[in-house]
């Protein structure tokens, strides 16, 4: 589909993103079953990734957000981090999830957990929709993975690309009319 000059491919529908949302909250309710459960989505990308999962959950959950970015308008991760919203309930020694829509490079899951593991939780573990294992640059790994893809940019179920897209149902590869530098042609 083209949208705004963009072409859309989809990858991953409705469906498929919501089967893998029901494994992925099965397993999360097996390890942390009669616990308590501190969910925390990274802004604005994991908003309803996060909504879908909390409402398979079975154990205690509180919900927090933080708002972090390592991208500009670019499509290309910088490793510069901005911290624009902190947590507000105490996690010292709660079981803490955090959840992302994308891991790429890993910078900003890594910088989150450094931060998050001064405030003393019992466990931080991380739930991601999408891991793009291929572009790692820091050594991170997802405890729950939604889907593994080793190329391109993706949109849609909450990524956007410049603001766009977050608001579509399924995830869609996404090739705007002027092809940016961040990504070499043979990357897509
Ligand atoms: P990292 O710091 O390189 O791991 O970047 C992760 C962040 O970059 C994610 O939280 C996403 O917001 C964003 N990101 C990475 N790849 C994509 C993509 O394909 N589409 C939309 N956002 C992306
Ligand atoms: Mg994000």
Do not use: W
């Amino acid at each position: 589909m083209n949208m705004n000059g963009d072409e859309l491919r989809e990858v991953f529908s409705k469906t498929d993103i919501e089967e893998r949302i029901d494994g992925l909250s099965q397993e999360i309710n097996r390890d942390y079953m009669g616990r308590e459960l501190v969910v925390i989505g990274i802004l604005k990308g994991a908003f309803i990734f996060l909504a879908d999962i909390v409402r398979r959950l079975s154990m205690d959950v509180a919900v927090d957000f933080v708002r972090l970015s390592s991208y500009g308008s670019n499509m290309e991760s910088s490793g510069k981090i901005t911290f624009s919203k902190d947590i507000e309930i105490d996690i010292a020694s709660k079981d803490v999830l955090l959840i992302e829509d994308i891991i790429d490079t890993g910078y900003t899951i890594k910088y989150l957990m450094d931060v998050l593991r001064l405030k003393s939780p019992a466990s931080i573990k991380v739930c991601c929709l999408i891991d793009k294992v291929e572009r790692r640059k820091v050594e991170v790994q997802a405890h729950y993975v939604g889907f593994k893809v080793d190329r391109g940019f993706l949109v849609g179920y909450g990524l956007d690309y410049n603001e766009r897209y977050r608001h579509l149902p399924a995830i869609y590869h996404l090739n705007p009319p002027y092809s940016p530098s961040a990504y070499s042609p043979s990357d897509r």
